[in-house]
Every structure is written in C-alpha cells, then in structure tokens.
C-alpha cells in the first residue's frame, strides 16, 4: 500500500483540535505529530488551512443495484460520495428487488468490494418491503448487517413494528424507519400548509411524520430495542427523539441536507426535482433544524442520495418519484448550516463521520460486510480512512459536474463555501485536490 503525510492540517479528533502531521502507510494511520519525518518515498500532501478528520460516512444512500442501473449503479455512486468525502455508506434496501434476503446483501456487498470505499448494506425489515412479513433478519445480520430499514415507506402496522423489534432486539442490530403515516400523508405530494393550498397541491401534514415517531419511541420502551429514525423534517419530531434520548432509550435520529437548506416555496416553480419524502417545509423549521444541529440534538447528517433517471423526474408534478441527490454536496451545505465561519470542526465530524458511524456499527472492521473501521479518532494505529476538508474553498454546483449517473440535483448553481479536497480510503489516495484519482 501506498504511504502518505498529510502537512500541518488541523486535525480534528472526538474531543479537540490541533495543528498536526499525518503519517499513513499500509492502510494505517501510523503517526498524528506536531512534525513527522516523511519516511522514504512517501506522498506528502500540504493541508494548511483545512480541516483533517474520519472520513466520512453516509447511513442512508441509495445506490438502485439491483433493479435501476439507469439511474445509478454500486460503482458510481461510490465515486460520487468518494467525491463527497464519504469513505463508507450504507446502501439502502428499496432496490427492485428488494435487499430482502442473504443473496441479494452479497451481491451489493460484492459488488461494493470492488469500489474505492466501503460500502455496507441496509437490509429490508419486512419481504418484498411490503410491510406484511418479516424479512429474514438473523440470516442477513450472519452477513454482518447491523441496520435494517423499510425505508421509502414506514412500517405501517404498529404490531408488525413491535414484533420485529422484539425479533432484532437480541440479534444486536438497529432498527430504522422511515416515518411518514402513509394515511395522514393521504398521496401528499409537499408540505401541508399555506403555500400548498395556493399552489393547489395535496399537502403530507407534519403530523404524519411526527405521529410515527411518537409511536415508535413507544415501540423501543416496551421492547428496548434500538431505532433509529430516518430523515426527520421538524422541529417536533426532533424534540420528541431528544427527550426519549434523555429518558435513556436507545433512539438516535438523522437529518438530510435538502431539509435544513431548502423550504417549500422552491415548490412554487413545479419543479419535480424538489419534490421528496418527508417534503421540505416551512422556513420556520429549516431553521429550526439548523438549530438542532448546532445544540447536537441529531445523531447524524444523513444524504438521502435519491438518484432518478432524467425522464422520471421529466413527468408532471404529482407522477414524478420523489427523492434528490445528496452526496457531493452534503459536507459543504452542514458546514453552512453550522455556521460557516463560525462552524465547529469536532460537531461538523460528529455529524458527517463519527455519529453515523456509531449508528451503522462501522466504527470497527467487520470482515464479513469487508468493511474497514471509520469514523475513529484520528490516532496512531486506526484504519487509514481520512478527509481532508477546506473550508475557505469558495465553489458552485453544477450538474454536469456530478460524478452521479443521475443529474436530479436541486442545488445546481448555488454558491457553496468548503469543500472536500482529499479522501483517503482503504488506505489509499481517492480524491486529491477536489478530483477523483
């Protein structure tokens, strides 16, 4: 493997920041020193200014192998989140058909095997994720796979929930849902409000999420079983998973990028990119997720990577799938959220490496979903899984510029402050200067 020193970078550990010297060599951090001698043929990377911490790691990516290969595939949506700055994500299981069994969870793992970072899996709760039976759970966590989800619905049946609760409790693995009561959202299409009444749209009330959310905290004290709640959009939902965390039950929650930087009046220009489940909301509780994430009320910035082929997201309004591209943009729109200037590196690392690493049990290896370990502390002797971010780097997005086959990206043209100008993965150099390798 190849050897590298990363120069007067701060680095960022769990609970402080200095000015140091990365020494890596054979997939290993080897070395973190006010100075370190550079051995013998090494790469060394001048990194004054930025910021040096875990790589990355997203826990909710869809990457649509099997099934949708148009819209992006296990190999470039890995080149995307590299792009981004992810050394791991976890793959979501409404792939067609669904990651619901031992075969398919060794086919993404394989085919994740072969791309420049680690790539875990998320396994369906329920077959087919139809929301009727129960998945095969314990044969999919023999595999390694420490999360489960429905995701792109919630588990409707509140029995149906509890009983794969009890079912997962003693399996170690963690339990992630999607909240939205699918008869509350009753076919909504945005945020039930003001703007979707003028605009003549079928609103999703913000009861409908939040109503699950309330359900399944329940679910977990009566099971004691670990949830993690997926995507949150307001300021409730968040407020009610702080206070059971207070309690001592086992919750953690995520927040996606589109929601604390984009609000329901984008949705005044019907255009389908903007349209996702849970919607955006009002300005009041973008802010107010803003806020969350600033006080470490949430667990983990999560992506909700959503890519559709063009002509999906070319149809009317109401037929169009929702969901929207994440990846190449997260680290850049949580620095801003938290401030920009003002931002913390140890909660920006919190945030996008470490939490979610704790929440998708990849903070060790795991030779059976061939994962190295991520989000760590940034010491001498953990996995070479490190980025290297700059927050001084002024950018706009572009959609032709996307590493993603898909182009449903609803930032294009924005002006963006930081970016990821290094990730290195498995011990080895996948992003320098801002470009794939």
Same mark, same amino acid.
């Given at each position: ?14 609970? !402080?920041?200095?000015? %140091? ?22 790469? /060394?990377?001048?990194? /004054? ?7 990355? &790691?997203?826990?909710?990516? *869809? ?8 819209? /992006? ?13 992810? !050394? ?25 095997? %072969? ?5 875990? &899996? ?55 849902? *999607? ?45 004691? =079983? ?26 953690? =929650? ?11 009046? !984008? ?61 190449? *943009? ?51 002797? /953990?996995?070479?899984?490190?980025? &290297?971010?700059?927050?001084? &780097? ?44």
């Amino acid at each position: 493997m190849s050897t590298f020193v990363l120069r007067q970078g701060l680095v960022v550990g769990e609970t !402080s920041s200095a000015v %140091r010297d990365v020494w890596i060599e054979d997939g290993l951090i080897r070395e973190v020193a006010p100075h370190v001698q550079a051995p013998k043929g090494s790469t /060394e990377i001048d990194v /004054e200014g930025c910021w040096v911490g875990p790589g990355l &790691v997203d826990v909710h990516t *869809h990457l649509r192998e099997p099934g949708h290969e148009e819209a /992006e595939t296990i190999e470039s949506g890995a080149q995307a989140g590299a792009l981004g700055g992810f !050394s791991a994500v976890v793959a979501m299981p409404n792939t067609e058909p669904a990651l619901d069994n031992p075969a398919l969870v060794s086919y993404v793992l394989d085919r994740g095997a %072969r791309t420049p970072i680690d790539v875990a &899996v998320a396994g369906a709760i329920t077959q087919g994720r139809r929301g009727a039976l129960l998945a095969p759970m314990a044969e999919m966590a023999a595999l390694g796979v420490r999360l489960f989800t429905d995701d792109g619905v919630g588990v409707q049946d509140p029995s149906l929930m509890r009983r794969a609760l009890v079912y997962a409790k003693p399996l170690g693995v963690r339990l992630a849902q *999607h909240c939205e009561d699918e008869q509350l959202a009753g076919g909504g299409t945005m945020n039930e409000g003001v703007v979707s009444s003028r605009l003549g749209l079928v609103g999703r009330p913000m009861l409908a999420e939040e109503l699950m959310v309330l359900r399944d905290i329940e679910l977990v004290r009566l099971t004691g =079983c670990p949830m993690h709640f997926m995507h949150l959009s307001t300021a409730r939902s968040i407020a009610l998973v702080s206070a059971a965390r207070l309690e001592g039950l086992p919750v953690t =929650c995520e927040v996606a990028p589109h929601h604390f930087t984009l609000d329901e009046d !984008s949705m005044t220009t019907f255009d389908p990119i903007f349209k996702v489940h849970p919607p955006l909301r009002g300005a009041e509780e973008v802010a107010a997720l803003r806020a969350a994430l600033v006080a470490g009320h949430v667990d983990a910035v999560a992506t909700d990577h959503a890519p559709h082929a063009p002509e999906m997201k070319d149809l009317p309004f109401d037929e169009a799938p929702p969901g929207m591209l994440g990846l190449e *943009h997260a680290a850049a729109l949580t620095y801003e959220a938290l401030g920009a200037e003002s931002a913390s590196p140890l909660t920006f690392f919190s945030l996008l490496s470490r939490g979610p690493a704790r929440v998708a049990q990849l903070r060790a290896r795991d030779a059976r979903l061939r994962h190295g370990a991520h989000g760590g502390a940034m010491l001498a002797g /953990e996995d070479a899984n490190v980025v &290297v971010f700059d927050p001084n &780097v002024r950018w706009t997005a572009r959609r032709d510029a996307l590493k993603s086959r898909a182009t449903n990206c609803p930032y294009d043209g924005r002006a963006m402050l930081g970016r990821v100008c290094v990730l290195i993965a498995k011990g080895e150099l996948v992003v320098n200067n801002g470009a794939l390798v």
